[in-house]
């Protein structure tokens, strides 16, 4: 059964610091997901990462997944208060649509 | 635009009572949807998977017979609250996969449960 950490789930940050968000998964997942959802609201899609060695960036996110290590990270460079929401990884267990969501990570960016 | 749409965004009810929350796909036939369910400040957890035509599929530890689900048509999907209590108070969110396989999936705007 495929179980999703993330750590650390809570993070202050100073705006223009760089961070790092840690996803880690207990088996094989297809691929791996990052969202965003900011308070009251549904998620946003982020990244979709395929296969090993994976990295993508936008803007001042980028994402990456180790498969061997079953490790994903998201890194935030010269955060920005509009940043501050929870971001959540989520993994996909083999031959299923259904996704299982990490424990999520509450960003607040400070100004 | 919007592909899943929830009805309604919003409700309150008395314990006790039933409530339904609808699911809609509205650019393509969906044969399966997802149902998940969010307490405040925690995580998605995923509680069933609705197929078009055919039972629901519960996740371990939760009970089909309080949360009823229904997928009468390939555009829409059903989850009625029996009996609402609340602890069952929290935010309810469906998805359903894209045409293409897993790697698209659209989340619905959510539906906030708060049972007095």
């Known amino acids: 059964e495929l179980k999703v950490e993330q750590n650390p789930l809570f993070l202050s940050m100073q705006e223009g610091k760089n961070y790092t968000i840690y996803c880690n998964y207990s088996?094989?997942?297809?691929?791996l997901y990052w969202y965003r959802q900011d308070p009251g609201k549904s998620l946003e899609s982020l990244f979709v990462?395929?296969?090993?060695?994976a990295v993508k960036q936008e803007g001042r996110l980028m994402a990456s997944l180790d498969t061997k290590a079953r490790l994903s990270t998201l890194h935030i460079t010269a955060a920005v208060h509009d940043l501050s929401a929870t971001y959540f990884c989520?993994?996909?267990?083999?031959?299923?649509?259904?996704?299982?969501f990490g424990t999520g990570t509450r960003l607040k960016v400070l100004a | 635009g919007a592909v899943v749409s929830q009805h309604p965004s919003r409700v309150i009810c008395k314990s006790g009572t039933s409530v339904k929350i609808e699911c809609r796909s509205l650019?393509?036939?969906?044969?399966?949807m997802f149902w998940y369910r969010q307490f405040p400040k925690q995580s998605l957890m995923l509680m069933a998977t609705?197929?078009?035509?055919?039972?629901?599929?519960?996740e371990q530890g939760v009970e089909k017979d309080k949360f009823l689900i229904n997928h009468a048509s390939l555009t829409l999907s059903t989850l009625t609250v029996t009996s609402a209590h609340p602890e069952d108070s929290s935010f309810y969110i469906c998805?359903?996969?894209?045409?293409?396989?897993?790697?698209?999936?659209?989340f619905g705007p959510g539906t906030r449960l708060t049972v007095l």
């Open positions: 989520a993994g996909n267990p083999s031959g299923t649509y259904k996704y299982i």
């Open positions: 088996t094989t997942s297809d691929r």
């Open positions: 990462l395929l296969s090993n060695g």
């Open positions: 650019d393509f036939q969906a044969t399966t």
């Open positions: 609705s197929n078009e035509g055919s039972k629901a599929t519960y």
């Open positions: 998805s359903l996969p894209g045409l293409a396989g897993p790697d698209t999936q659209y």
